[in-house]
């Protein structure tokens, strides 16, 4: 790249035939606002359009683990269309909500069901709110994935979750990633 003085100082050639180009720069400045148009008004369509049947549309960087969402600033415990299901936590080291420490193991569990889970909410696939709380106050929701099947039960399915209610970390920590 090339500079040269511009009278006000050195730039690189491009600027300096831009500048002296105002039907070039008013060109290139109404496709910078057009693509910046076209990028605010898809990320304002994606979350105004209306969701589906009372649900929310949700894809897997809201994810926050295996079993736990995070959508409008509320967190959203997940579980399945047949019955609650249990996720291994993430962060080694910290405390689960039972008071247990989890370990080196439970977390790598964690990070593999969260990588999964991820890439099973793509495009298409819908929360929905069943109206009850668990005992720490966070709403229960189900996901449906694009084709209908229940997110749970595919996490379940691949052995990156439990049946259960409460945190099994004996069942991880047992388990060789």
């Given amino acids: 790249m090339e500079f040269q003085d511009n009278g006000s100082g050195w ?22 606002i057009l693509l910046a148009l076209m990028a605010l008004g898809r990320a304002f369509w994606l979350e105004a359009r209306p969701p589906p049947r009372g649900g929310f549309h949700v894809e897997g960087i ?3 683990d295996g079993d736990s969402l995070r959508l409008g600033g509320e967190s959203y415990r997940l579980t399945g269309r047949d019955g609650p299901f249990n996720a291994p936590e993430t962060r080694a080291g910290s405390r689960g909500r039972d008071g247990v420490p989890v370990t080196e193991r439970e977390a790598e569990w964690g990070a593999k069901a969260l990588l999964h889970g991820r890439r099973l909410l793509t495009r298409g696939s819908v929360l929905l709110p069943t109206g009850e709380r668990e005992r720490y106050g966070r709403p229960l929701a189900v ?9 749970g039960a595919e996490m379940i399915r691949a052995g990156l979750a439990v049946g ?7 069942h991880w920590n047992a388990r060789r990633p």
């Fill in 62 to 64: 809201h994810l926050t």
């Fill in 11 to 32: 730039a690189p050639d491009w600027l300096t035939a831009l500048a002296a180009d105002p039907e070039l720069a008013r060109i290139l400045a109404g496709a910078v």
């Fill in 143 to 151: 996901i449906r994935l694009p084709d209908g099947r229940d997110y």
């Fill in 164 to 170: 259960s209610r409460r945190r099994e970390h004996d």
